[in-house]
């Protein structure tokens, strides 16, 4: 049973920090590298099946039956005839702007399956991969499908504030092992005694890779030794956020690192394991709200009767739409992705290094969690102040770094940049940093 309904016992959820950042970046007239979000729009043949499906709200099979080969003037030919059609006779139903199976579309869940069988080589049926409403409310769903009020759940700090938050909600109880810089190795490291301890006992563990906010890579003996943990106990399972998966960059020898699937290369754990994914970050599409989870089968039952009665389903003319998105080219995947972002780290990273920020560049994702300690204007100040002092003074929105933490005060000396946005925001930001911020002189 949950605990009583005293005060005390209230769930401790607040409103997310990093949205409420990129609120006073818009009240400050900020260049925002708060928010983890692209200001440049999807594919064009993504938006075009958008818009396709809105307006004709019928299947037409423009997507599906061809294999997404349609191309983008054909795409435009039929919304121009849509637009253009005064004739009702032809709009007697519409399917794609109304309810569609919780689970989601058939169609699209088969273009996730096969979109996972083309870039990993894993098989999965449609029928343990449900569409869900973003990887946020994958990741909820998948916890209060395999926890219960008092589980331990294992989340590896800095965190991303919703995992946190959603074990508050579902009273769960988060158990922390903190990454460290390792500035010699340019790299995060966990302490393995401190990893075992947290997961003895634990129901499940959260693990986020490419990792954000530190752009942690966790490689192939790390995941190794997480699963082996997690089989250790009785019934403990994994579950994955993987919304950077594409955006992984070269080691220092140059050799590209690639995202790992855990129940793809460690089979033995796929019972256990639960992968949560999105499009958003993927397709520049963060305001589509259209995710997957691909569960054991085992579990899926559960785990749909728990989404359904949560969301209901996933926006239906997404669904459809990503169809497009699930189709493009593998080039767009291992290619585009791995290196639209890697430019924009760099000379952002190489600007905040210049005037005192200590930086490890991310092996992924697209983030920079920097040390701030050393510039001269933050110098002593909380994160928060530090975070409100560039808001206010230089006129760039970041994130404060013990918003990222809930057991150690690592975060006190910290901020998150996302240099996921235009060229020209970046070159802004670093402009303004520049003008404003120096070095400390020893």
Known sequence: MPPTDTIDDEPQVKESVIRLM??????????????GFPNEPPPTKVKLALAQAVLSGKDEGLLQNNHCDITEEELTDSIIKLLTNNSSEDIVTDELNQYSPPMGRADTRKAVSEYYSRLYNY?????DITLTLGATEAVATALRTVGRPGDKVVVFEPFHELYSSQCEIFYLNPAYVTLRPNEEKNDWNYDTDELKDAIQGAKAIILNTPHNPTGKCFDRNELKQIVDLCLEEEDCYIITDEIYEHMTYPDDNGTPRKHLLIPE??????????VCNSLGKSASATGWRLGWCLHPPALSSLYRGVHDQLVAMAPHPMQYASLAYLNLPTEYFRETLSSRYIHR???????LRSIGFGV??????????????????????????????LLKEVGVASVPGDNFYGKSDDG???LRFAACRSDTDIDNAILRLKEKLHPVIM
Do not use: C, W
Request: glycine share 2%.
């Open 22 to 35: 990129t609120r006073l970046a818009m009240q400050y007239n900020a260049v925002n590298l708060s928010q």
């Open 123 to 127: 098989i999965v049926s449609e029928d």
């Open 265 to 274: 290369v460690f089979p033995e754990a796929a019972h256990r394991t639960l």
């Open 345 to 351: 780290i760099r000379k952002l990273a190489d600007a």
């Open 360 to 389: 490890i560049l991310p092996e992924g994702s697209y983030y920079l969690f920097v040390n701030f300690e050393s510039v001269e204007e933050l110098k002593g100040l909380s994160p928060k102040d530090a975070a409100m002092y």
């Open 412 to 414: 006190k000396q910290y």
